[in-house]
């Protein structure tokens, strides 16, 4: 009797440990088996530019284009042969920018992505990506990266003779709320689309809001597809604002897009994919 007793309390124990322990133990693999993470892919990427590129990611799927066969298994590669050299993908990443990981001068830093950091190659670089997507051949993937924040409460602010897209924007508590919204869905813009009524058939924000429910947030704002909508293009207008530096309107449509934390392949350095198309190309 006492050995069965005494072999009940050891797999209650047992199991009592392996609870507490799990989320040491997987994060300990995480680290040491790093592996891209990978968004829920569509099957295939789009066709064309428009309607199919610019839809995908203006409804909230940018982050679901998957790359071709070939592209993922040297995207996979890469991760591999970092692992290999001991380093993680962020440290080979500041390598390749050229960048100290620690910043100087903060003070004089700007607070986030906005047209004052064009040709700041310490703080922003666009490239190529290495690693693009199945896009339509007409269409160009860059990534941004940056050592500032992308979006923060002062994105929200209004400048010169700006209005606000909405009064709640004067209440702090909402600002929150939105930056939580932002921040747990994708991210994403456009620009040098020849016809805003292009966009609207295109059900911007779709994806963020299953079912057309709202958003409840922690401080419990709650936040409509209409109004999210409307404050990813009031925070983002500083990021389209930037990329118009090296894409300008008249000579460039392009889309951007961050995917959320969880399935970023890169959490610091930040970064975006941006899609260009000239539009010299039909």
């Not at 813009?189 to 779709?206: C, Q, R």
């Not at 709650?222 to 990329?243: K, M, P």
Request: aromatic share 12%.
């Amino acid at each position: 009797m006492n050995h069965l007793i005494l072999h009940s309390l050891f797999h209650f124990l047992l199991q009592i440990f392996i609870v507490q322990c799990r989320p040491v133990l997987e994060s300990s693999l995480s680290s040491s088996t790093r592996v891209p993470k990978v968004a829920h892919l569509e099957a295939t990427g789009p066709e064309n530019w428009y309607p199919e590129t610019v839809e995908r990611v203006v409804q909230g799927r940018g982050s679901n284009i998957p790359r071709t066969e070939e592209m993922q298994e040297r995207y996979t590669q890469y991760f591999s042969n970092v692992q290999k050299n001991h380093k993680t993908p962020e440290e080979n990443i500041y390598k390749q920018m050229e960048w100290n990981p620690k910043l100087r001068n903060q003070e004089n830093l700007p607070s986030f992505l906005n047209p004052q950091c064009h040709q700041r190659s310490d703080l922003v670089k666009i490239l190529k990506n290495d690693f693009p997507w199945d896009l339509p051949k007409e269409v160009e993937h860059f990534v941004v990266w940056m050592r500032i924040p992308l979006v923060n409460k002062s994105s929200f602010q209004k400048h010169g003779k700006e209005r606000f897209p909405s009064i709640k924007y004067f209440n702090q508590d909402r600002i929150k709320g939105l930056l939580e919204y932002i921040d747990n869905h994708p991210f994403f813009g456009y620009s040098g689309i020849h016809d805003e009524n292009l966009i609207k058939p295109l059900n911007p924000a779709k994806e963020l809001h299953p079912n057309g429910n709202p958003y409840k947030t922690f401080n419990n704002q709650f936040i409509t597809q209409t109004e999210g909508w409307q404050a990813i293009q009031w925070a983002g207008r500083h990021v389209n604002a930037y990329l118009q530096k090296t894409f300008p309107q008249n000579q460039y449509e392009f889309v951007w897009n961050r995917s959320t934390k969880k399935v970023r392949s890169f959490v610091d350095p930040e970064h975006i994919h941006v899609l260009v198309k000239s539009k010299n190309i039909d």
